[in-house]
């Protein structure tokens, strides 16, 4: 795995499968057994089909940059869109203060809490790289 390689997907439902084809490729790459790899495919669904699905305007071409590699005990995963801003970090955990039922259920929310429960570690930033303002996601999941 090559810690400096961005792999640039078009921001669409239909590359999906290509997107998580990389990421799990790398997963079995770095030893993760099946059982995991479900786990770290949850994970990363949710944070790349939010982009996906919410950073750009609808008919807007975006992009998704992704690269993945180990570090220190973790399979890192970084995601950079140069859609509109937004910070999954800010957002309420949704899962923190439950419900009595599920009608009292907020919506919107358990996926980012989902994330917090998969990755080890979930970093947010947004500013400009490569000559671009960009939303950059790293997700460290535990080797």
């Known amino acids: 795995m090559n810690r400096d390689?961005?792999?640039?997907?078009?921001?669409?439902?239909?590359?999906?499968?290509?997107?998580?084809?990389?990421?799990?490729?790398c997963a079995e790459e770095a030893e993760i057994d099946m059982k995991r790899q479900l786990k770290l495919q949850l994970g990363f669904e949710e944070a790349v089909v939010n982009v996906i699905s919410y950073a750009y305007e609808p008919g807007e071409e975006g992009r998704v940059w992704l690269k993945v590699y180990s570090e220190e005990g973790s399979l890192v995963i970084e995601i950079k869109d140069s859609g509109k801003?937004?910070?999954p970090?800010?957002?309420?955990d949704a899962l923190e203060n439950r419900p009595d039922s599920l009608e009292d259920v907020q919506i919107g929310g358990l996926g980012i809490a989902l994330m917090r429960r998969v990755f080890?570690?979930?970093?947010?930033?947004y500013g400009k790289e490569d000559g671009r303002f960009c939303n950059h996601l790293t997700l460290k999941f535990a080797l």
């Not at 970090?89 to 309420?92: C, I, N, R, V």
Request: glycine letters at 0%; a negative charge; charged letters at 25%.
């Open 120 to 125: 080890a570690d979930v970093f947010y930033h």
């Open 5 to 25: 390689e961005w792999k640039d997907f078009p921001a669409s439902q239909s590359n999906y499968e290509d997107m998580l084809s990389y990421v799990l490729a």
């Open 85 to 87: 801003p937004f910070n």
């Open 89 to 92: 970090l800010e957002k309420e």
